[in-house]
């Protein structure tokens, strides 16, 4: 099932970048028990303006996935992200976009 | 430097103009005419946005609103830059001008009071926003210009975003919260229509269109708006005066009231029983609003102040 809520969340955009949240190597761990789906998740930067469009759109969208009634975020700072979480089609997404990673 | 008849041959043919020396001074004067409006609108939203930003009720909602001023002053930026390869004088344009001469809509003359205000500015001049330059990103003849909108177009979305998540949220919450949002709407609504100048039936011909600098009407601009504006606020519970028409086969938004009509600045009510001729709209938008000379001494007045005490020390 994490393996669906994986896929998931990588239907989800992020609000200004053009590249979905996997790929951008925000999503560090989904743990899923009985219907109750815990995500940690960071943030590109402390001061993330699209914070709470991120939330909201993480939670909307693992709600709609069969089996989840509950989900939890943890929003975690370790480890920071960098770049280097970028997966190879986050990197060409954001390149193409004309942004130097 | 082509001639005109060479240079009207290449934009017929789609050809993409790249310098000052492939264009006439014609199609050169129009093109930085369409770029002032462009820059100096996206400079003052950034006053307008902040006066009301301030008044953000969570740290989260401040930053947003923060991050869409920065948004803003970087497509200013872009404008004047260009501007500047043109030939123009950034400095001069941005902090020696006098605020009348500031070619921006009049919505942003009128003060956004409240958080309510600021994110139905969001979702709807940003809209009229993303509706002009997604144009100019599709159709515009020069091609710096239509390169350096990729960018502004998806952080355009992000300020739309910003604006209809929080409009739906006060909406929900009801009472008091949502007859504010509905106030907003009632007078920002028709100062967005406005946004997009006069109907095509007065403008008899459009030096824009045929440089292709845009690719749509005034009237197609506005119906593109509407077709966005409309369904999101009845979607929400949000009344607006326009509702949708079949004509041959084709969706057309009409508008509920005497377009243009008069318009209360300071109270900031419309009077729809008050038709008005065009001409009246040019003498508002000429005269300028209640904030306009507020907004441009917010960025000019400290360069004004710093210039003269940076020269006092000789340095």
Redesign the interface.
């Known amino acids: 099932m994490t393996q669906r809520l994986w896929a998931a969340l990588a239907e989800v955009q992020d609000p200004e970048m053009p590249v979905n949240l996997v790929d951008l190597g925000v999503v560090y761990g989904i743990d899923e028990h009985d219907g109750v789906v815990e995500v940690d998740l960071t943030f590109t930067a402390m001061g993330c303006p699209a914070s709470e469009f991120i939330l909201e759109d993480v939670r909307e969208r693992l709600l709609r996935e069969d089996g989840v009634r509950e989900v939890r975020v943890n929003v975690v700072w370790d480890p920071p992200w960098t770049s280097a979480r970028l997966t190879q089609a986050g990197r060409d997404a954001l390149e193409s976009w004309g942004l130097a990673v | 430097m082509p001639t005109p008849a060479e240079f009207d041959q290449m934009i017929k043919s789609g050809e993409v103009i790249e310098s000052p020396r492939e264009m006439t001074p014609e199609y050169l004067r129009e093109l930085k005419h369409t770029l002032i409006v462009s820059g100096d609108t996206e400079l003052i939203s950034a006053p307008a946005y902040y006066l009301a930003a301030k008044r953000a009720p969570s740290i ?2 401040f ?2 609103g ?3 001023i920065q948004d803003e002053l970087a497509h200013a930026h872009i404008a004047y830059h260009i501007l500047e390869e043109l030939g123009e004088d950034q400095e001069k344009l941005i902090f020696s001008r006098d605020p009348k001469s500031f070619r921006y809509p009049y919505a942003f003359d009128v003060p956004l009071d409240s958080w309510t205000e600021l994110v139905v500015a969001n979702g709807m001049y940003d809209q009229a926003g993303f509706c002009l330059l997604g144009d100019i990103h599709d159709k515009c003849s020069y091609g710096p210009w239509k390169r350096g909108l ?2 502004v177009m ?2 355009e ?2 300020h739309l ?2 604006g209809r ?1 929080w409009m739906k949220r006060i909406s929900a919450a009801g009472g008091s919260a949502k007859e504010e949002l509905q106030r907003a709407v009632d007078w920002m609504f028709p100062l967005s229509v406005e946004w997009f100048g006069l109907p095509d039936n007065l403008k008899m011909h459009s030096t824009q269109l045929e440089y292709r600098l845009k690719g749509l009407t005034n009237d197609q601009l506005r119906q593109w708006w509407l077709s966005t504006v409309v369904p999101y606020c009845e979607q929400i519970g949000i009344n607006v005066p326009a509702h949708k028409e079949t004509r041959d086969g084709k969706d057309v938004w009409e508008l509920d009231y005497p377009f243009p009509c008069e318009f209360d600045a300071q109270a900031k009510r419309w009077d729809f029983k008050q038709p008005i001729s065009w001409d009246d709209v040019l003498v508002r938008w000429r005269d300028r609003g209640p904030r306009n000379a507020e907004m441009v001494a917010m960025f000019q007045e400290e360069f004004h102040k710093f210039r003269k005490t940076h020269h006092k020390n000789g340095s």
Request: hydrophobic letters at 45%.
């Open positions: 989260n909602a930053m947003t923060i991050a869409i990729n960018k998806a952080e979305n992000f975003r910003n998540t």
